[in-house]
Nanobody, 122 residues
Framework: QVQLVESGGGLVQAGGSLRLSCAAS????????IGWFRQAPGKEREFVAA????????YYADSVKGRFTISRNNAKNTAYLQMNDLKPEDTAAYYC???????????????WGQGTQVTVSS
């Protein structure tokens, strides 16, 4: 089992940046693919970005492509989501998830963090 803890959320003005971190403990972090998802109030959870176990493969939701960058540092057991040019519609609770399967479907992921809130003001 792997435990995940997100951090780095906060309140930022539109056009600003935040970097979210996803710190892992437990089983070997480097064997897991990592996904970031978000959920706004009253909406379903949606895929944001994913990175494979080595960091060599990444993909993104169309809504964040070109603005967000997912990465990982296996030596630090941490994944990141760099978010630039933030928009009010990016406001949501952001969750990282881990699984041996690389996917943009949340039900594929077995391990989840508790989430961190990102609020973007206009």
């Amino acid at each position: 089992q792997v435990q995940l803890v997100e951090s780095g959320g906060g309140l930022v003005q539109a056009g600003g940046s935040l970097r979210l971190s996803c710190a892992a403990s437990g089983r070997i972090f480097s064997i897991y693919n990592i996904g970031w998802f978000r959920q706004a109030p009253g909406k379903e959870r949606e895929f944001v970005a994913a990175v494979n176990w080595s960091g060599a493969t990444t993909y993104y939701a169309d809504s964040v492509k070109g603005r967000f960058t997912i990465s990982r540092n296996n030596a630090k057991n941490t994944a990141y989501l760099q978010m630039n040019d933030l928009k009010p519609e990016d406001t949501a609770a952001y969750y990282c998830a881990a699984d041996r399967t690389l996917s943009d479907y949340d039900h594929e992921y077995d391990y989840w963090g508790q989430g961190t809130q990102v609020t973007v003001s206009s």
